[in-house]
Nanobody, 118 residues
């Protein structure tokens, strides 16, 4: 059974840091590109970061470039999103997403809340 389970969210003050984790099971991580998306209240879901299979090249939304870093560990079956210099506008539910390299399969986690507030 495929599962993506996010953890590490919570409340942080502006300028702070958080690292989100996504535990992946039930599929071969190295054949999927992994993504983090987020959705703020009243807004559409936004692709935040993407990493190619087996921890290759990463790309980021302009809004988080230089502050967020995505990484993966195929041995542990996990994907991470390190978030630094957090801003109130980073407040959202963050979702882990796995997309097969051939594009015909996609899995989602249940989402985790990140709140940036003083």
């Amino acid at each position: 059974q495929v599962q993506l389970v996010e953890s590490g969210g919570g409340l942080v003050t502006p300028g702070g840091s958080l690292t989100l984790s996504c535990a992946a099971s039930g599929f071969t991580l190295s054949t999927y590109r992994m993504r983090w998306h987020r959705q703020a209240p009243g807004k559409e879901r936004e692709l935040v970061a993407d990493i190619t299979s087996a921890g290759g090249a990463a790309s980021y939304a302009d809004s988080v470039k230089g502050r967020f870093s995505i990484s993966s560990d195929t041995v542990k079956g996990a994907v991470y999103l390190q978030m630094t210099s957090l801003k109130p506008e980073d407040t959202a539910v963050y979702y882990c997403n796995a997309v097969h390299n051939l594009g015909f399969l996609s899995y989602w986690g249940q989402g985790i809340q990140v709140t940036v507030s003083s």
